[in-house]
């Protein structure tokens, strides 16, 4: 039978007026708003700062679980109370034409709903600039996944006639669904039923991505529960002595539907369709990979070899998942030239013993199952050969771009020859027994060398050197690296004037260039004595010859601080951020840094120009303008010791006291000159941020926010070789938004406390200097006192000098402890603002969004009064005038 729209529009009209006829309709839709923006704007959304709705999609799922069966609660039910079901099916409509109606009534209901609760996204817009491509994916999974749950949901109000058992019912047909992967998890089931669960299907809408798998699961799951609705609709034309036998049919039928269904989804799910609307396509090829795997040559054939766990911890399944898609992706555009094979994995199999031959070991990762927590090993790496030679990703971990690490080990392979990275031998030690992180990863696109500087450095050896803590150097070694630099040769030097990563077994920092070269002596007192650093640890030398200046005893804060996870961190942990408010961090115009998001330094430096250099001075890195310099006595406590270099052991102070100078400072910076004393070099005034930790967390992605400095280390190196073809590509992450509004008053807040502080120091010292005056006065009183003999004077000079002295160090102690009482105050009302501001914004935030169906419900009730009253004839209208009479 042909549907007839006529019909199924009248049906919708009827069941859509009827749901806003009364006021339940929009409580429910302000109800719906209300904790939608409760969910989205919670605490973790300020501590995350970034302008999105990731927390009320992780909740959304659950939020469904309520409000869909409040919705369709009385589809059916209220028809069968009031008896008009029966009515309905007596009008010239089919079964069909019935459902489809009240579905798409119900369904318009909701959508009614979603456009009241984009005033969550009008909040975003006021507080950031967030990606309307996110946001738009956002929706598309929100307003899918409802009309998926709306059919469960019709289904529970037809097999009762009471609200509140369909309200009941609904929430137990939902959660099917919703928690199907959690019951998986707890039958032993859990990556067999998780591909099935609601939460699982709907996370790539939430990242930016509308995936087939996603929407033919949200469509199966549709289909399915419209035609369980159509085979309780039509159980009224069973006859009663044949109803076992009909059940039994449509049991089966409803089966093999939903195994088609599921068969389709299971089978998209393998697939790599999906339509990418982040606004920088996160999540498709790049034109960087594409133009390599085209130019693949057929004589010299790829191979990619995936030894991956058939089943790994659901941390990870997502990255397993994108990896394969990837590799399909890459199998498919490479063609014959490119082969891509799948090993599954097993520990102690034949085939993990492959995987080791090539480097791949498993990782332990640390899993909750059954709820308990356990260590699992998985594997998750890659080798990619040719005939030319071999790289190895050994694990993919959650933080790892997968898309470069493949293409970069495709075009190494690919490549006749690599290009050489010297690393020259220093204190820092990078390839000293265990080798660092950069080293490692330099390893996968470079061959790794390292150079002494005990002789003449051969620049023909390589096509880079990395100096790391050059300030450690001999005072021949630095000759020789000096007249390496003067050749024009390609330089990357990392110095550091308070090096965390150089610290000596937790005993505070002893490699700093201010500190003694470090010698071989121990606890007994052997071993060879220290040597001297050149130009004292000033590496003055090499400055002058590349036209710098830096202060090897001074570093730089900023009191940016984006996360306010780490609120707790020193201002001397310098964020480098994107930021519309301090474009000035990342050198836009460089091909270094214009494609960085956020970085982070750890008691850096700063570098300038030299005043009297025709170097070219180029900023790549900088502070923003809230930020200034300590000098090494401000910041530093000398006071501890280290047993194991018999040392002073350094520390930074805790609340070192800072003046905020308004001007930017150059963390790192490209330096070049051409003519008779040619220079091509980078400087960086910080090593932490080569440390293993940021290798590490690339790898493993277990902070919730990512830092590009490993990008940057990789961007420089492959800029001085020349080699710019990953730059954009290894540079390709979400951009970097923040809740700007919040942070420009947050600002004020920071300015306004460090203004007060400072305040409070020069009162301390006004007051100090009162004291020392004082002092002097009354030794002026005594020299100049004629009756006194030499004796007697000198005898009442150190009297008065002592007591004056001990009331001196009495007044300097309760003006230092007046003056931190006071700055623990200002902090204090700081922190309390900030509080304060977040919560009004919270509040704002979720009250908000209820205001406009609060007066869409008013103005509708009072039209409709309206309406009621213009309706009534004359001769049913009361009297008012016989009322008054009657009073009277």
Not at 213 to 219: A, E
Not at 693 to 718: I, Y
Request: net charge negative; proline share 4%.
């Amino acid at each position: 039978m042909q549907l007839r729209k006529r019909v199924i529009q009248s049906i919708f009209k009827r069941n859509f007026a009827s749901y806003f006829s009364g006021v339940l309709g929009y409580l429910f839709i302000v109800v719906f708003v209300v904790l939608g923006g409760a969910l989205a704007f919670n605490a973790r959304f300020f501590t995350g700062n970034t302008p999105s709705l990731d927390q009320l999609t992780q909740w959304y799922p659950v939020l469904l679980l309520f409000f869909i069966p409040a919705v369709t609660m009385s589809v059916w039910a209220e028809e069968k109370k009031m008896g008009t079901d029966e009515l309905l099916f007596t009008m010239p409509a089919s079964e069909k034409e019935i459902l489809l109606g009240k579905y798409a009534a119900v369904l318009a209901v909701y959508s009614v709903s979603l456009v009241f609760s984009m005033a969550h996204v009008m909040v975003l817009m006021f507080l950031g600039n967030p990606d309307w491509g996110l946001i738009a994916t956002t929706y598309v999974g929100y307003w899918i996944a409802g009309a998926a749950l709306l059919s469960a949901g019709m289904l529970a109000s037809l097999l009762t006639s009471n609200m509140t058992v369909a309200f009941v019912v609904g929430i137990l047909l939902c959660g099917i669904p919703v928690f199907i992967g959690n019951l998986g998890n707890l039958l032993g089931l859990g990556d067999t039923l998780n591909q099935f669960s609601l939460a699982e299907q709907f996370r790539d809408f939430g990242m930016g991505v509308v995936p087939l798998t996603g929407v033919l699961y949200f469509v199966s799951l549709t289909a399915l529960m419209l035609y369980l609705n159509y085979v309780v609709m039509t159980r009224r034309h069973w006859q009663t002595k044949r109803e076992p036998s009909m059940a039994t049919q449509f049991a089966i039928r409803a089966v093999s539907v939903a195994s088609v269904l599921g068969c389709a989804t299971a089978w998209a799910g393998y697939s790599a369709l999906r339509v990418d609307a982040t606004s920088q396509r996160l999540f498709s090829l790049s034109s960087t990979t594409k133009s390599i795997l085209v130019k693949l040559e057929s004589e010299r054939p790829i191979e990619i070899q995936a030894f991956l766990s058939p089943e790994v911890p659901r941390e990870y399944t997502e990255t397993r998942k994108r990896l394969v898609g990837l590799l399909r992706q890459f199998d498919e555009l490479g063609g014959k030239n490119l082969a891509v094979r799948y090993v599954d994995v097993e520990p102690f199999s034949p085939q993990a013993e492959e995987a080791e031959h090539f480097g791949i070991e498993p990782v332990q990762v640390m899993t909750e199952r059954d709820g308990r927590r356990s260590e699992v090993d998985v594997y998750l790496g890659a080798v990619v050969i040719s005939s030319y030679d071999k790289v190895v990703v050994p694990f993919f971990g959650k933080g790892l771009p997968i898309e470069y690490e493949l293409t970069r080990s495709i075009q190494t392979v690919a490549s006749e020859e690599r290009h050489t990275v010297g690393v020259l031998s220093t204190d820092a030690g990078l390839m000293s027994g265990s080798d660092w992180q950069i080293v490692e990863e330099l390893r996968k696109q470079y061959d790794v060398e390292e150079v002494s500087a005990s002789s003449e450095i051969n620049a023909e050896k390589f096509d880079v050197l990395l100096a790391v803590m050059p300030s450690s150097l001999t005072e021949s070694e630095m000759d020789n690296l000096v007249n390496y630099a003067k050749t024009g040769s390609p330089l990357l030097v990392f110095d550091d004037p308070f090096p965390l990563t150089l610290g000596s077994n937790g005993f505070g920092v002893t490699g700093a260039p201010r500190q003694p070269k470090r010698g071989h002596s121990s606890m007994m007192g052997g071993g060879s004595p220290s040597e001297s650093k050149a130009d004292g640890g000033k590496a003055t030398r090499l400055l002058n010859a590349l036209g710098l200046r830096w202060q090897y005893d001074a570093v730089v804060f900023d009191m940016n601080n984006p996360h306010p996870e780490f609120a707790m961190l020193p201002a001397e942990y310098v964020f480098v951020t994107r930021q519309q408010t301090d474009s000035e961090s990342f050198n836009r115009d460089d091909e270094i840094t214009n494609g960085l998001q956020e970085l982070i330094a750890l008691y850096p430096g700063e570098v300038r120009a030299a005043n009297d250099s025709d170097t070219q001075f180029e900023p790549l890195l900088q502070t923003g303008r809230e930020s200034g310099v300590l000098r090494w006595e401000e910041f530093v406590d000398d006071s501890g010791f280290n047993m194991f270099t018999m040392q002073a052991a350094v520390n930074p102070r805790q609340n070192p006291f800072r003046v905020i100078d308004a001007n930017t400072h150059t963390i790192a910076a490209k330096v070049t000159r051409e003519g008779d004393n040619p220079v091509n070099a980078i400087f960086v005034a910080d090593i932490d941020m080569i440390s293993d930790f940021f290798f590490q967390e690339r790898n493993l992605g277990n902070l919730s926010m990512k830092f590009d400095n490993v990008t940057f280390v990789l961007n420089a190196v492959d800029s001085l070789v020349g080699d710019t073809s990953f730059l954009e590509l290894r540079s390709r992450r979400p951009a970097h938004r923040t809740l700007v509004r919040v942070e420009e008053q947050k600002r004020e807040f920071l300015e306004a406390a460090n203004e007060a502080e400072r305040k409070a120091d020069q009162a301390a010292e006004k007051e100090l200097e009162l004291r020392r005056e004082q002092l002097s006065k009354r030794v002026k009183e005594i020299q100049e006192n004629d009756d006194l003999d030499p004796i007697a004077k000198a005898q009442m000079l150190r009297q008065a000098q002592e007591a004056e002295q001990k009331r001196m160090t009495l007044a300097e102690a309760q003006i230092e402890q007046e003056k931190n009482d006071q700055i623990r105050k200002i902090r204090a009302t700081t922190n309390r603002q900030i509080r304060k501001l977040e919560s009004n914004i919270r509040l704002w935030s979720v009250g908000l969004p209820a205001i406009p169906a609060l007066a869409l419900g008013l103005f509708v009730f009072i039209q409709r009064s309206k309406d009621e009253r213009n309706n009534v004839i004359d001769s049913r209208r009361r009297d008012r005038s016989s009322d008054d009479s009657n009073v009277h």
